[in-house]
């Protein structure tokens, strides 16, 4: 497995980076994993099965529904420009 796979897979590992959620992700079950339950279940995962997941993904990703984004939206009417 190459190294973007490996990247892509503990993405989403901690979170659904595509920013959508199904209730037939593979990955819900290790997201509920308390912190060394994840890192026992990281240390299982081989090529083969890291590889199932990701394939998993890419067919359940087509029928994902967006998140709902509560985030404030800030209206900039005044067009001030933030500087950090």
């Known amino acids: 497995m190459t190294e973007i796979n490996w990247l892509k897979l503990s993405g989403l590992m901690h979170g659904c980076m595509y920013n959508l959620e199904n209730i037939n992700c593979p990955f819900n079950d290790f997201r509920e994993l308390d912190n060394i339950q994840q890192y026992q279940s990281l240390n299982k995962i081989g090529d083969s099965l890291a590889t199932q997941l990701l394939t998993a993904c890419s067919s359940c990703r087509k029928q ?21």
């Open 64 to 84: 994902c529904k967006p998140i709902v984004n509560n985030d404030l939206v800030i209206s900039n009417q005044m067009q001030f420009r933030v500087v950090g």
